[in-house]
């Protein structure tokens, strides 16, 4: 659809600090994991344009008793550059009908 709209919800981001942690651990979650630099030059090269991208889940959702801490997430998610460890990323894109 020309000019349609694209939501990314959940991609795993390249510095996540719970990925390292899993890593670690031996137990790995994502064979990829994204820069927004990465994914805007993927989309780009598809057509579409970031409206807005924002890195998201600061606090692991996987430890027992971490959804007392979730509320934290909204403050810790605009620390730069402590946000730059967040577990994901979150983008909308628009698709762009060019006519040359």
């Known amino acids: 659809m020309p000019d ?4 990314i919800t ?3 981001s390249v510095l996540s600090y ?3 942690i899993s890593q670690w651990l031996g137990r790995p979650n ?3 994991r994204y820069s ?3 994914l805007q030059n993927i989309l780009l090269h598809s057509g579409f344009v970031i409206l807005e991208a924002k890195r998201f889940l600061m606090v692991p959702t996987v430890i027992p008793g971490a959804d007392k801490l979730w509320p ?3 403050l810790l998610e605009k620390l730069w550059p402590l946000n730059l460890l967040s577990s994901n990323l979150f983008v ?3 698709k762009k009908n ?3």
């Open 10 to 12: 959940f991609l795993p």
């Open 98 to 100: 060019y006519m040359l």
């Open 36 to 38: 927004l630099s990465k």
């Open 18 to 20: 719970t990925e390292k």
């Open 4 to 7: 349609g709209y694209f939501v």
């Open 92 to 94: 909308v894109a628009q």
């Open 72 to 74: 934290l997430n909204a």
């Open 30 to 32: 994502h064979t990829r």
